[in-house]
């Protein structure tokens, strides 16, 4: 039993491996397939995985795991890949995010001929969902900061295992005094993928 465990996970890392070798240039457009190799090896060899990007700056492997990967495309940059279980295949979500004036990230799921595919309805969170207005601060800052909440992006990125999707409203380009009581009328939303759609689930930590 453990030896048939051992394989599946073997080869599950494989097909991370695999998919994200083939990711085309126009999904990942900072890394040629070589740096995408080297890297690869780079962190299965529990090596600092660096290699140059098409920019002339480094890129870095931070995290592999048998269905997550997580990129640190440059300074400003991350570069997400997660595998979904679909039926009979399996689907590649890509989230980026670009950190320049305020955190933005941008996803998109494909197939495994990194065609995009369109029957995946990802999560919409509406505002009254990810603003509550918070007792500790007074009705007029509640109201204002609404206002100001309202024209934020919404953030939408996997934790750090890749387990749950995440969305909230990006606070990265407030002010400081903005984003210290943001903190306090905001809250995530979390998103689990099952049987071919998200669901939302509560935060268990």
Known sequence: ??????????????????????????????????????????????????AENSYGGQSELLLKTADFLVLRTSE??????????????????????????????EAAVYDQQWRTYRHVALPQPQFDELFVPSPELSDDR????AAVLRQMPVVMQW???????????????????????AASCTKPLFYEWKKGMFYRVEDEK
């Open 1 to 50: 039993m453990c030896a048939c465990v051992a394989c599946q996970m073997r080869a599950q890392v494989q097909m991370t491996d695999s998919v994200f070798a083939k990711v085309p240039r126009d999904v990942l457009p900072v890394l040629d397939r070589t740096a995408k190799l080297d890297l690869l090896d780079l962190y299965n060899c529990k090596l600092p995985a660096k």
């Open 142 to 145: 509640n109201q204002v900061l």
């Open 159 to 181: 934790d750090d295992e890749g387990k749950r999707l995440v969305c909230r409203l990006g606070l990265e380009g407030l002010s400081v005094e903005d984003k210290a009581d």
């Open 76 to 105: 400003v940059g991350t570069w997400q890949m997660k595998l979904l279980e679909n039926q009979h295949d399996t689907l590649v979500m890509v989230v980026w995010c670009l950190q320049a004036d305020g955190l933005h990230c």
